[in-house]
């Protein structure tokens, strides 16, 4: 009996740590603190499981402990912050296969569904299939993140229409168990469905919307695990999973709309197909390259810099040089704001974690709709590794992959300094105009070698 409250009140104190942790999530400066109440909820959550009276060996979840934390803590320390998709993806996939692994013992412990009652089954159901399918989806983002197999969009002849009787054809067993639970080839039927709508679903899809995918993933992920706790009658699971599920559907729309895209054309219109650069008037055109001393005079006396950081950025790890040069800017009276678009980098708010490590302060930070008027009265705009999120073509090139996308309207700018190490494209393979323009100039190079020269360069001004 104790034991019982014991255990119910942890799932509580943890379910109430993961609610305020979600919710510190929600500005960069409580975020660290978000992480740190969400962990504390998730051992709670652990140690009162472990409680459990129905464990009647520790040997195996010693174990599974032990081998774990020997996956977790390297993935954890020694991922770069530029591999962070694809780790969140595998770890999706980790979490949906101890849900569907929960769902398959519960079935095969109720003696192959003739155990279950119709409610149950349910549950079990859509956890088995939502779960089958969040692991196969998820290991098909992880490897085309991960460049082992291409990012582009696979695609064949029907595809949408296999995925979709794939996915009817898993519901229709779904149903059919909850009428009839004693079906164990039914059962593995739907789990083999699962697993292969899950890879359906994401090989026709490209890499650019990989994280709208992931984030998708992420709530099937968590309505899987909900649906467990409804199986197991474990409240904690339901409660966490609920949140999971809800949030990674607000992030997957969110996300949708900074790319201006919908939902069905984000999983079915194999966005990211590589296409010939299509923006008009680059070729034959020259770009003005710079001197670091020369764009150094011009951000030496700037009144107004407005900083657009890019996955560039990230993978130089230049933020903190960055914050030195805008200190200086400062220091010489100029006003230094941060042009921040939704899907800058690899990650939802991948800017705003690097430029908050630095020391940043939040209030410089500027979302994109706040900073387009800005551009034109800017003095300077310092461009850092980005490419697609400044690429004018999304706005008026109709044959552009990434047309109708939101972008940081640069071009307005009187003076553009673009930090890049060559002519590369970006994440969608496309040329950019705008280091073009005539009022762009290209300083190449490493963006944290550029800055530190320009740095160097400013004090001397
Ligand atoms: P981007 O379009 O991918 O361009 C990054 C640019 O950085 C490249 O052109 C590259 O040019 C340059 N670069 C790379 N390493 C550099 C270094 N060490 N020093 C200096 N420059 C370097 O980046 P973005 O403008 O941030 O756009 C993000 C793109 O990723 C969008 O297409 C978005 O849809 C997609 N995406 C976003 C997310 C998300 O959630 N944020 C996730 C996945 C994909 P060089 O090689 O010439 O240096």
Redesign the pocket.
Known sequence: MIRELVIQASYLAASVLLILGLRSLTHPDSARRGMHLAALGMLIAVVGTLLHREIVDYRWILAGLALGSLIGYPMGMWVPMTAM?QRIAISHMFGALAATLVGVAEFVNRGSGAGVVHAQMAALGFEVLFGSLTVTGSLMAFLKLQEILPGVPITFRGQNVISLLLFAGGLGLLGWLVVDPAQPAAFHLMLAVGLAFGVSLVLPIG??D??VVISLLNSYAGLASAATGFAIGNNVLIIAGALDGASGFILSVI?SKA?NRSFGNVLFGAFGTPQAATTKGAEGLAVRAITPEDAAVQLAYARKVIVVP????A??Q?QHQLRELAGLIEKNGGEVVYAI????????G?MNVLLAEADVPYDRLREMEDVNPEFASADVVLV???????NPAAKHDRQSP?YG?PILEVEQAKNVLV??????????GIENELFYMPQTSMLF????Q?LQKLIAEVKLA
Do not use: C, E, Q
């Open positions: 998709p890499g650019a990989m994280p996300m790319m890019g996955y560039g950025m993978v130089s230049a678009h939704p899907v800058a980098g690899r990650m939802p991948h850092i590794g980005a490419n697609d999120v400044v990434i996308m930090l890049k190490r060559s002519m590369n494209p970006g994440f969608a190079g490493d963006a944290k550029s």
